[in-house]
């Protein structure tokens, strides 16, 4: 088998810190926490106490300073036991890298300390009830105090709006938020904010009940008349879709990550149960099919491993472009599907049973070709380079 050459000898011990940490704090409570809908704010400290939060936040932040496959490592071990309910990912690999790429250093250095020790959970306030993949298309305003004196740069904003697909909702204490502060400028109207769950005219709605991810909580978020200081925006602005799409890139890698960990991991549950189970006096190993469709299922699992870990090496690099991340995404997420689909059929009726893992991971998967951008988003972005110019009328849009 390829050996993975980007993990050094560091890399691999910390993979076991994790793991200890993994089998110890969360596989014996992460099926409670899938009917509570939400995991306890003690995890979050306990994790934060562990080093398993922002492993790259510089020093001076609170972090580790560490590279970023040290988030990988813990990304990966969640996953490959079927921890979906931890909303680490989007605290540590978005928020906290939205606020270090664009925060001003007053900013830095009030939440990201926080967040190294999970003391403040962090999360993405952009999907909205008619603004999904299309985040240009976003309604919720943010104005400047309409008693303010003109022109006063200084003045507050008044938010008003909603935010819905939230992941960390019902716990966040900070929102990385895109709002409009320019109704008639299209992408260049859109501007974000680093908003303080704490702040009067925030609201949280229900936890959202999904298909799966069960343990993750998801929420709608309202904002109604909330003050928030112009020093709370994050960058410039106008600037907001700008920075958006910087970090998508990041976003989809992660994404690919997810699924090439999550379909290996499901590919060895099939294996390890077909080895044993028995039907028609001899195991599902031993049927054909069975080893046609696993060993088609590895095959492009291990390609599928060898072309993200390349994303990997370019995004450490500063050299992953938004097409090539698109391209991990989009097969890294179709894959992931069809390996559940397919495994799950090789557990039979087990298979449909919510205390076997291949079902509830068959569950989690479906979302992987919805967040990050839809599938059809990231063939419109590859296609787009491939015709580069060449496009006319709404295929060129």
Known sequence: MIERTIFREEHEMWRETVRRFIEKEIVPYHAAWEEAGVVPRDL????????LLCCTVPEEYGGLGLDYLFDVVVFEELWRVGASGPGFLIHTDLVATYILSFGSDEQKRHWLPKMVRGEAIGSLGMTEPHAGSDLKAVRTRAVRDPDATPGDNDA?????GQKVFISNGQLCD??????????????KGVSLFLV???????NRGKNLEKLGMKAQ????????DMRVPASAMLGEEGQGFKLMMTKLSQERLAQAIRSATVTETMIEWTVDYTAERKAFDQTIADFQNTQFVLADLKARSVMARVFTDKCIE?????KLDSVTAAMAKMVTAELHCETADKCLQLFGGWGYM???PITRAYADARIVKIAGGSIEIMKTIISREMFKGRLKGRGAA
């Open 354 to 356: 919510w205390e076997y």
């Open 314 to 318: 370019l995004f450490m690099d500063g």
């Open 217 to 224: 909580d998801t929420s709608e978020l309202f904002f109604e």
């Open 44 to 51: 979050w400290l306990k994790a934060g106490k562990a080093g």
């Open 196 to 202: 303080d769950a704490a702040t009067p005219g925030f």
């Open 174 to 187: 900070v929102i990385v938020l895109a709002t409009k502060t320019d109704t008639a400028a299209g992408a």
């Open 156 to 160: 507050d904003f008044v938010i008003n």
